[in-house]
């Protein structure tokens, strides 16, 4: 049996833990993360407020679980949107004629030079910041990497004798793809799909930051950052646990992508 990468464990619990918080949230926080109390304006941690409270009298923690949920349904959906787009791409690019593979690609090029976050602002500043404009940007923002990714696998796959023969028994490309390539490249979407989730978490904490990400008073931890930077000599914990939780689950999900990696294509660990 083989033994479990540390990188994928690390991640994966570190990923768990972060989708406990989410789930919790929905049924149980200390407070209100939306309630205001100005009597408690920027109290110092204690056992009311186990990570103080912000400005405006809210409690840290609160708004943490609450984000952490709002961060995980834009990354969830965002991949969504890339994965339902990107995957038949890289298929259709990986099985057309050459003149019309080059064609997507190329296509897909175009996109890769529209960075997630200048796309998603250009979003926001036509069609209004919300968290919808937001999933889309960053999902369409990252549909090249999912299309060049299972392009280079479906390749590999049409190379194979099992596709060959089904071509030379006469068999329409539509069932190759579902039968053949789409499973056969469903270990990269998932590697994939992990890596783009940290990307999305990245993103949608720094659309929050400049203001066109989810919009007040639902939590963000991008939000929290920014509303921090008054008080990053007086109250540095403001800035340090957003901070932390997005750097965790950028971590998290990177490793998580790692570990998967190696453990779909062994060749990789035994070279490290």
């Known amino acids: 049996?083989?033994?479990?990468?540390?990188?994928?464990?690390?991640?994966?619990?570190?990923?768990?833990?972060?989708?406990?918080?989410?789930?919790?949230?929905?049924?149980?926080?200390p407070y209100d993360a939306t309630l205001v109390d100005p009597a408690v304006r920027l109290a110092e941690p204690s056992w009311s407020h186990w990570f103080g409270t912000d400005k405006f009298g809210r409690d840290v923690l609160s708004q943490l679980m609450v984000g952490s949920r709002t961060t995980l349904f834009v990354g969830l959906v965002a991949v969504g949107v890339a994965a339902v787009i990107g995957v038949p791409l890289g298929?259709?690019?990986?099985?057309?004629?050459?003149?019309?593979?080059?064609?997507?690609?190329?296509?897909?090029?175009?996109?890769?030079?529209?960075?997630?976050?200048?796309?998603?602002?250009m979003f926001g500043a036509v069609f209004g910041a919300s968290t919808l404009t937001a999933m889309i940007a960053i999902g369409i923002a990252t549909v090249p990497s999912f299309a060049r990714v299972i392009r280079s696998g479906a390749m590999q796959v049409m190379r194979t004798e099992?596709?060959?023969?089904?071509?030379?028994?006469?068999?329409?490309?539509?069932?190759?793809?579902?039968?053949?390539?789409?499973?056969?490249?469903?270990s990269l979407i998932t590697v994939q799909a992990s890596v783009s989730f940290a990307i999305a978490v990245l993103a949608e904490a720094a659309l929050s930051f400049l203001g066109y990400g989810t919009p007040p008073p639902t939590p963000s931890w991008g939000r929290m950052l920014q509303e921090s930077q008054e008080f990053l000599f007086s109250a540095p914990r403001l800035a340090v646990f957003p901070g932390v939780a997005?750097?965790?689950?950028?971590?998290?999900?990177?490793?998580?992508?790692?570990?998967?990696?190696?453990?779909?294509d062994p060749k990789l660990e035994d070279r490290r």
């Open 91 to 121: 298929i259709l690019a990986a099985m057309s004629r050459r003149w019309a593979a080059e064609l997507i690609m190329r296509g897909n090029d175009l996109l890769l030079a529209f960075p997630a976050l200048l796309l998603a602002i």
């Open 1 to 29: 049996m083989r033994r479990l990468n540390p990188s994928l464990v690390v991640g994966g619990v570190i990923v768990v833990l972060i989708v406990l918080t989410a789930l919790v949230s929905f049924v149980w926080t």
């Open 246 to 264: 997005i750097a965790l689950a950028v971590l998290g999900f990177n490793l998580l992508g790692d570990g998967l990696r190696d453990r779909f």
């Open 162 to 186: 099992y596709v060959l023969a089904a071509r030379a028994a006469g068999r329409k490309p539509f069932p190759i793809a579902l039968r053949h390539v789409l499973p056969n490249v469903t």
